[in-house]
């Protein structure tokens, strides 16, 4: 990283009992980053969060904010705001008094807390609000204002505990770009817990990718989904194909027929293939191209603007491969179900693992 490292996570590790949730956890997080914890129910991502806060205990390693060791200091002396999934929200206060909570146990004179509140209010797009108590507004509103007050005391970090799981899917995706811009104009590092893949890779600067209480792979939303570290990873994040085969020179062999392939693996060796579903071409192709087939449309998946289409061929054996097309495509080629049609594997998309 080009940043300097704010916050520094050095063989965090958790036991409940004879139960590991954590193993030896390194992780570093520029200045003003935005990382999202990946992973699925179970994986350690939200233990880990709460370490952090210091909400829990961990069993060994050390975490280092901005230099200084906090490991052992209670959560109200560690430097945070925290969104939690339920939002916490006081329901006996206003909005204000909601907001300004953190700064009021600060003692801060009154003019200030006012005046902060009115500018965070502003900021999360509920100006005018203050009197206001949270059963008089939506989740997504008090979300908003949960936000507001997790930032009034202005913390050098910022953690996101699932903070969109509980709202419904077109407030979701419209609340996570504000945080995202929201973020981005203050400038504050901040660390969001999810499980939720599309959520991760379009917030995030860098996604911390989960399982089993240890890091499967630390990265860029690009490098996540793009170039996949494990098994694990390839098949968690994004759809993929799985497909069993047989390592040859230059190749694969999967179904009975060679693919080209670059891999490091020692030919005889048996292996999956992983292969995104827009890495599969049915555009026109050249006639030097490799890996060229004929497949058959199996089933069609209406998702919208594309679609997810199943399909079969002899050169894939018993395997069947899902492929995304646009709809306009389908319709111009005429293309239903029982339709053949020329594919292509794609050499340098195919990721492979034993």
């Known amino acids: 990283m080009s940043e300097p490292s704010y916050l520094q996570l050095e063989g ?50 050390r975490i280092l904010q901005a230099g200084r060791d906090i490991s052992t200091l209670p959560p109200a002396q560690r430097d945070y705001g925290i969104v939690f999934q339920s939002y916490a929200l006081f329901p006996n206060l206003s909005v204000a008094d909601n907001v300004a909570y953190g700064l009021v146990n600060r003692q801060r004179p009154r003019a200030e807390i006012r005046a902060r509140v009115a500018e965070l209010l ?19 509103q008090q979300q908003r204002v949960a936000l507001a007050r997790a930032l009034a005391t202005s913390p050098g970090l910022l953690l996101l505990d699932e903070p969109l ?5 077109i407030v979701r995706v419209h609340l996570r770009q504000e945080i995202k811009s929201l973020q981005r104009r203050l400038g504050v590092t901040t660390i969001m817990v999810t499980h939720d893949q599309e959520e991760a890779l379009s917030v995030a600067d860098r996604i911390v990718v989960m399982n089993h209480g240890r890091i499967e792979q630390v990265g860029t939303p690009m490098q996540v989904y793009r170039e996949p570290a494990s098994a694990f990873v390839a098949d968690f994040v994004g759809r993929v194909n799985a497909l069993p085969a047989r390592l ?37 192709l050249a006639a030097g191209d490799s890996n060229v087939f004929e497949g058959c449309i199996e089933k069609i998946e209406f998702l919208g603007s594309y679609c997810l289409v199943q399909v079969t061929g002899p050169a894939l054996g018993p395997h069947r491969l899902s492929v995304y097309l646009s709809l306009n495509f389908l319709s111009e080629q005429g293309l239903v179900v029982g339709a053949r049609l020329p594919l292509r594997l794609l050499p340098d998309r195919m990721r492979i693992f034993a």
């Open 165 to 169: 799981s509980a709202l419904d899917a």
């Open 248 to 284: 040859e020179a230059g190749g694969v062999r999967l179904g009975g027929t060679h693919f080209d392939c670059p891999h490091p693996g020692q030919a005889g060796r048996e292996v999956t293939v992983y292969l995104r579903p827009e890495d599969v071409l049915a555009r026109p």
């Open 122 to 140: 502003g900021l999360v797009g509920l100006p005018g609000s203050e009197a206001k108590v949270p059963a008089q507004l939506s989740g997504g």
């Open 12 to 61: 965090v590790a958790k036991q409940f009992g004879s139960f590991t949730a954590l193993q030896g956890v390194d992780l570093q997080i520029a200045s003003g980053e935005f990382v999202c914890f990946l992973g699925p129910s179970g994986c350690g991502k939200t233990t880990l969060l709460r370490i952090i806060a210091g909400l829990e205990a961990h069993s060994a390693g």
